[in-house]
């Protein structure tokens, strides 16, 4: 079964940096596309990054970019998003998706179980 | 904004069939497959729908889905009140470059 484990949320101050981890099981992890969609508290929700198979490609949402980095590491099977200079907005639920093909775009097919990251002074 | 719109409730009683909408454009629905996501409050995301019309293995099949134009649907028939949650629809935005979602329904079992 695909298993998708999310860590490296917590509570860290505005224009801080954090990197959260996916660790990937249970299907070929250098094959798929890899995503990451978040959830404010009591909001809906709203994709941040999309990564290739290969990791040669990746597209950020605007409210991201350039703040945000999504990579991967195959050998590992292990999905990064590293975050810089956090905002209050950024406070939400991160989820990492799953896409059921090695190209872009690929829609999260399978999710994880999410990681919370708190942005608060 | 949203660039996809869905009506934030819709409502039904048991047995019933109930159709979900989700409005888009041309840049996104209107040339990408849409999919549909399920969430009970507290836990993650499952994919309902993929590529517009496609269940997942383990995906009842009174939930189906459908897409004309710039915008797509989501029917559940045979309503049963553990399919009381929230519904998102999504698709990837060729000019934003970046996956949308609605708002989501929320649906209640009357």
């Known amino acids: 079964d695909v298993q998708l484990l999310e860590s490296g949320g917590g509570l860290v101050r505005p224009g801080e940096s954090l990197r959260l981890t996916c660790a990937a099981s249970g299907f070929e992890f250098s094959s798929y596309a890899m995503n990451w969609v978040r959830q404010a508290p009591g909001k809906g929700l709203e994709w941040v990054s999309v990564i290739s198979a290969g990791g040669d490609r990746t597209y950020d949402a605007a409210s991201v970019k350039g703040r945000f980095t999504i990579s991967r590491d195959n050998s590992r099977r292990t999905l990064y998003l590293q975050m810089y200079n956090v905002a209050v907005e950024d406070t939400a639920i991160y989820y990492c998706g799953k896409g059921n093909i090695a190209g872009i775009p690929a829609a999260p097919y399978d999710w994880g179980q999410g990681s919370l990251v708190t942005v608060s002074s | ?110």
Do not use: H, M
Not at chain 2, 18 to 39: A, E, F, K, P
Not at chain 2, 57 to 78: H, N, Q, W
């Open chain 2, 1 to 110: 904004q949203s660039a996809l719109t869905q009506p934030p409730s819709a409502s039904g009683s048991p047995g019933q069939r109930l159709t979900l909408s989700c409005s888009g454009g041309t840049s996104n629905i209107g040339r990408n497959s849409v999919y549909w996501y399920q969430q009970f409050p507290g836990t993650a995301p499952k994919l309902l729908i993929n590529k517009n019309n496609q269940r997942p293995s383990g995906v009842p099949d009174r939930f189906s889905g459908s897409k004309s134009g710039t915008s797509a649907s989501l029917a559940i028939s045979g309503l049963r009140s553990e399919d009381e949650t929230e519904y998102y629809c999504a698709a990837w935005d060729d000019s934003l470059r970046l996956f949308v979602f609605g708002d989501g329904t929320k649906v209640t079992v009357l």
